[in-house]
């Protein structure tokens, strides 16, 4: 019985249910029931010594643990912060890690120098940020806000970073101490890589190979081109440091000095300073934790078992900060290693008997590979698909043609990086072949994202119900008694055509007579797609959401079966009108982009519009003057805006008509724009309005409302936000009019379905 792997996985399953489910005043005195529960256990255990009452108890005490763990976790830290929440006070703090420079802000993550010692994420969005290296003492003014809480609302992603103070810098001062840790050493090691990582590769793969070898993806989430093929190749488990990183580098260790215990020994002490210079991501701590347990292992005579690691690895995670279980990051990989642990061994096996291949076959690494990655998307294929609403079924494929040349591009890149800190001609000489590898990689990743629906979104019941009926046909190949082939063959072949036919028939219920316009939940933004035939339009693409509005918009056409784009029309170029344009470029061919001819430069859009589209062959085209373009059945007229005013003044408003159906959005224009429209132009009674500047009361005025007499109005909104949108007065006067009204907030996407006349 593994007694460990045991007490840890209840202890684990306890910090979930307190996380996810538990109202917290219940939590400690549960916790309180566990411990006589399991004492009375114990002693019936020691009379009967029966297997089952001990491992009752075991789970028994594993869950006090976890509960008192998170009650007393949860006081200790949000608790604690919660008396700075909202307020603007001064502290002196502990800078963590070098700033991170965004083109608007500057981030710095520090801890207090007294007690508690809480993590703090500050945010600097004025002024010159003096020059900052990991270690400094310095005195802030700041405001403050609990880092579990986003406008209201629940908000995980600060606390599972062991983060629970976020504030906006208003003054900051270096005192001209320092305090080294070995976080802040590890820290400055990390910058001194990165930069030198920089001097000895170029460009692209200099990004790609921080992100490779040290989990930096600050850069590689700001080169867009290289991030979508990542993603959408399923690739982006290389860049995420995890077990594959931690034992390449145990691999160096022990090709260079030999697996001794001395080697062992130094091996881990070398993989906990690389986890911290990696940032200690929950994926990263895991390797860490079960390398370690694996290289001491042998030095202690004992066996090492994957179920019994991984589960003392989670629970230590999560003993460390209850509230890591919400991390992406931390699901993910030991959902991934779960199936690599459990599946991986046995379907490799299958496989091999399944072609007739010995153990000892050439061909056993390409068929263990395949192996080992059905065998991560059978555990994470359901988090891809909760987290991410995607899934990346030619993960397989990419592994197959990829995995080989990570782990020499990952040693060789270590290898330049340490000789150009000694030599830096060196380094560059020895980066060459690491290079090469990282180009290839980069190639394959781009490869893949050419085939069709390299990237599956899950939205749809039918999308669902196809995964949910792989796990079936995988259980009935498993459980049947047929030869290794069948069992192999068959769920996979099942799985595939039933995947050929789920996506021609999600793809068709957009393809018959009714046409669909749809304003997607994208946050505090506005992205409106129009489906009619094989004609496809989007109106607007930009966002506030943690998913950029361009990716929302590309899972939405490709669960709609559109491979394509033929024309998206900018209102004007604000943030949450536009910022999803680049990635929705990258991801979904467009054929034609038109702007305002005088669109505002002032917020960078427009240069950066403008070259990815050039990249990618898009037509941009500028509205001077009123068009009608026809697309089949679907009709669209563009209203120029005027010359002068702002920028919101100067928004294009769109009518699209599909038979005796019309509908009208106006960007963020003001109700003076509104009142010329009405003035200027014949409108017809309108079936849809997609509310002006997301329910302000700077737009959707009565006359206007009353010319069109719209019947449903949607307001493309984001929940909470800053703006105080919908505006009362505009929602009363939808009503007063008559308009049914959608929220994109409180209703998710709005679909409106179209029958031709």
């Known amino acids: 019985m593994r007694k460990l792997a045991i007490a840890c996985a209840s202890a684990a399953a306890a910090i979930f249910l307190s996380f996810y489910l538990l109202p917290r005043n219940v939590i400690l005195p549960l916790a309180g029931l566990c411990v006589p529960a399991g004492v009375i256990l114990l002693r019936r255990g020691k009379r009967t010594r029966r297997v089952g009452v001990q491992a009752a108890f075991l789970v028994l005490l594993g869950a006090a643990l976890g509960l008192a763990s998170y009650a007393l976790h949860w006081n200790a830290t949000i608790g604690r912060a919660a008396d700075w929440g909202e307020t603007e006070q001064s502290m002196s703090v502990c800078l963590l890690e070098s700033p991170e420079v965004f083109e608007r802000y500057t981030r710095l993550l520090v801890q207090r120098t007294e007690a508690p010692k809480l993590d703090v994420m500050l945010y600097a969005y004025d002024g010159e940020i003096p020059e900052l290296r990991p270690g400094d003492v310095l005195e802030v003014t700041a405001r403050f806000r609990r880092a579990d809480l986003r406008r209201g609302e629940k908000n995980n992603n600060y606390i599972s970073k062991n983060i629970y103070l976020t504030g906006t810098l208003r003054e900051l001062e270096k005192t001209g101490q320092r305090r080294v840790t070995l976080r802040t050493v590890a820290a400055s090691c990390s910058k001194r890589i990165a930069d030198r990582v920089e001097t000895v590769f170029s460009d ?52 260079l000095f030999g697996a001794r215990p001395m080697s062992s020994v130094a091996g881990i002490l070398l993989v906990g300073f690389f986890v911290l210079m990696t940032g200690a991501s929950p994926s990263a701590v895991r390797a860490g934790i079960m390398i370690s347990i694996q290289l001491l292992a042998p030095i202690f005579r004992r066996e090492n078992d994957g179920p019994t690691s ?16 919400a991390s992406i990051s931390l699901q993910m990989s030991f959902s991934a290693m779960a199936g690599m642990v459990l599946l991986a061994g046995p379907l490799t096996r299958s496989m091999l008997a399944a072609f007739g291949l010995s153990e ?67 380094g560059r000489i020895l980066a060459v072949p690491a290079a090469l590898l990282a180009r290839y990689l980069i190639y394959i990743a781009g490869l893949i994202c050419r085939l069709p629906h390299h990237l599956i979104s899950m939205a749809g019941a039918e999308r669902k119900l196809w995964l949910l009926l792989c796990y079936v046909l995988a259980l009935l190949g498993w459980r049947t008694r047929a030869s290794h082939r069948f069992r192999v063959l068959m769920p996979v072949s099942l799985a595939v055509l039933s995947l050929v036919l789920c996506l021609r028939a999600s793809g068709l219920r957009y393809q018959r007579a009714d046409a669909v316009a749809a304003a997607l939940d994208v946050g505090q933004g506005e992205c409106v797609c129009v489906l009619s035939g094989d004609a496809t339009l989007m109106l607007d693409c930009g966002g506030s959401n943690l998913e950029n509005a361009g990716e929302t918009a590309a899972n939405y056409l490709e669960a709609a079966g559109r491979g394509r784009l033929d024309l998206l029309v900018l209102s004007h170029l604000h943030d949450d009108h536009c910022n999803g344009v680049e990635m929705l470029l990258e991801l979904v061919p467009v054929g034609e982009i038109i702007l305002s001819p005088d669109a505002d430069m002032e917020e960078g859009r427009l240069a950066a519009i403008e070259t990815a589209a050039e990249r990618h062959g898009t037509k941009v085209t500028r509205l001077n003057e009123d068009a009608d373009l026809a697309f089949g059945v679907l009709q669209l007229k563009l209203f120029a805006p005027p010359p002068d005013g702002s920028e919101n003044e100067r ?9 005796d159906f019309d509908m009208l959005m106006t960007g963020d224009s003001l109700k003076q724009a509104e009142l010329d429209l009405i003035e200027n132009h014949y409108l017809p009674d309108t079936e849809l309005l997609i509310v002006g500047h997301h329910g302000s009361r700077t737009s959707t005025d009565d006359l206007f409302l009353e010319t069109i007499r719209a019947e449903d109005a949607v307001i493309s909104v984001g929940s909470n936000n800053s703006y105080g949108h919908p505006n009362r007065e505009v929602l009363a006067r939808l009503q007063a009019h008559g308009c049914n009204i959608w929220r994109t907030d409180r ?5 409106i379905r179209v029958k031709h006349a």
């Open 310 to 325: 991984l589960m003392a690895a989670l629970a230590l995670i999560l003993l460390a900060n209850p509230f890591s279980c």
């Open 204 to 255: 692209r793969v200099a990004v790609f190979m921080k992100a490779l070898m040290l989990g930096e993806k600050t850069d590689f989430y700001r080169d867009l081109p290289l991030y979508a093929r990542m993603r959408g190749a399923g690739f982006m488990h290389i860049v995420a440091v995890s077990g594959m990183h931690v034992a390449f580098l145990v691999g160096m260790i022990q090709l």
């Open 360 to 426: 000892r076959s050439f061909l056993r690494v390409p068929v263990a590979t395949v192996a080992a990655s059905l065998a991560v998307l059978a555990f994470s294929a359901p988090l891809s698909a909760l987290h991410f609403g995607t899934l990346a079924v030619y993960s397989p494929l990419v592994n197959l043609l990829g995995l080989w040349a990570v782990s020499a591009c990952f040693c060789l890149g270590w290898f330049s990086c340490l000789a150009g800190l000694i030599l830096l001609p060196l």
């Open 651 to 659: 928004c294009i408003i769109s009518l699209a008509s599909i038979g």
């Open 747 to 751: 209703n998710g996407t709005v679909e």
